[in-house]
């Protein structure tokens, strides 16, 4: 079987709960259309998401972007319907409440990514979160909504979205870094491609906190982080550079997109690396 992509996931507001599609349109900024899209901030205008606060994790939301409409609901309050906009229509006075401040909803065409420099969808393979959900004891669905990948690719092994963000440089002896923590270049961008629409990995993302805490109720798990590194070192593919990665907690690679945007990326689509 070759790599072909089986999953879309967007996050219409960021640090809520995922959105699943069979295809989405790649903007000319590089990001999904939606994905992002909106963001929350309290009302001195400091970006409020999961980092910040695990209060997120507690909050269901389910949307319908055609629409433009946001389900939300917490604990055992029946779940209430909002239009996805600013001001007292929307579900900002909702959110307030859950996140006992006052806080505003922003919106961006291009969305709000985390990484600048790389605003284009995350990707890893369903072997990589299946093996990752292993080393912790937990299910797929679990790492999907921890890691909060874009594009989720069947057909290909563990990790193998490593070698395309990182590939082995001709000076690289081995496959391990002799000094995990050395200040080294990045090497360059390698293009893929799914369908028409092509992509640049820019590097292999190095992940924040939210990974470390159970995904339905914020609650941290202990040593998460080291248990993670220790498998994470020990599987590192063969073909894979990783002396510029400053430590083993990284999970999927950005992208930035080598087109003019305007594709769309879908389901079942080839994925193919150059």
């Known amino acids: 079987m070759s790599p072909c992509l089986t999953g879309i996931t967007i996050y219409p507001i960021k640090s ?3 959105h699943d599609v069979a295809e989405a349109l790649v903007l000319p900024g590089a990001g999904l259309a939606n994905d992002r899209r909106w963001r929350l901030v309290d009302m001195e205008g400091r970006v409020l998401n999961a980092k910040r606060t695990p209060l997120f994790h507690a909050i269901r939301a389910a949307f319908d972007l055609e629409q433009r409409l946001v389900t939300l609901s917490t604990g055992s309050a029946a779940p209430e319907t909002f239009p996805i906009q600013p001001g007292s229509h929307g579900p900002c006075g909702w959110l307030s409440e859950a996140f006992g401040m006052d806080v505003l909803l922003e919106e961006r065409d291009g969305g709000f990514p985390d990484d600048r420099d790389a605003p284009g969808p995350t990707l890893a393979t369903t072997a990589t979160l299946e093996m990752v959900a292993a080393w912790h004891g937990f299910d797929l669905d679990e790492a999907r909504r921890r890691f909060r990948i874009n594009l989720e690719v069947d057909g290909a092994p563990p990790f193998w979205e490593d070698a395309i963000a990182s590939p082995l440089r001709p000076h690289a002896a081995t496959n ?11 090497p360059d961008p390698q293009q893929f491609s799914i369908g028409d629409a092509r992509f640049l990995a820019t590097g292999v993302c190095r ?3 939210v990974p470390t805490r159970k995904s339905r109720s914020g609650e941290p798990e202990l040593g998460f982080r080291e248990i993670f590194e220790a498998h994470r070192r020990r599987a590192l593919p063969k073909g894979v550079d990783a002396t510029a990665w400053n430590g083993f907690y990284r999970l999927g690679i950005n992208t930035r997109v080598d087109t003019a945007g305007q594709e769309a990326v879908c389901c079942n689509a080839p994925v193919q690396r150059g």
């Open 176 to 186: 391990l870094p002799v000094d995990p923590y050395a200040d080294l270049p990045p």
């Open 16 to 18: 809520l709960d995922g």
């Open 207 to 209: 992940r924040c906190v």
